[in-house]
């Protein structure tokens, strides 16, 4: 169990250097997920130990928003004040987000969707 851990914690690490030393565009947790995805490609043994580790952390997930709820509760003075603005800007940002994604999806279909038989007669006419 400790050896999946560490692998875990040494994948992430590693995409963090690769992400600072390389200056890649990508987020160095990404990096870390597809360095861990190769190890699994090439080391398969190593793969019902790492399900039970991580069905185990999963499991736990809500411990891990413990610190970002007291970091809400410390800045009582600031949401006090802002709270009405950051809600609001929380709010128009997820609508714009989902229609945006909305939008690239329905082009992205339109786009690169094949077309069946019944389209191709449809653009006939």
Do not use: K, Y
């Not at 997930?61 to 800007?89: H, K, R, S, Y």
């Amino acid at each position: 169990m400790l050896r999946a851990i560490f692998l875990l914690l040494a994948c992430q690490l590693a995409g963090e250097a690769m992400h600072r030393l390389t200056g890649l565009a990508l987020p160095g947790a990404v990096i870390g997920m597809v360095l861990l995805l190769a190890w699994l490609a090439a080391i398969p043994r190593e793969r019902p130990t790492l399900t039970a580790v991580t069905g185990w952390l999963t499991a736990h997930l809500a411990v891990m928003f413990v610190p970002a709820a007291v970091g809400l509760i410390d800045q009582g003075n600031a949401l006090a004040a802002n709270g009405i603005g950051l809600v609001t800007a929380t709010v128009a940002s997820t609508v714009l987000t989902m229609a945006v994604t909305a939008l690239v999806f329905r082009w992205a279909l339109a786009r690169f969707a094949p077309l069946d038989s019944t389209d191709s007669m449809e653009l006939a006419e």
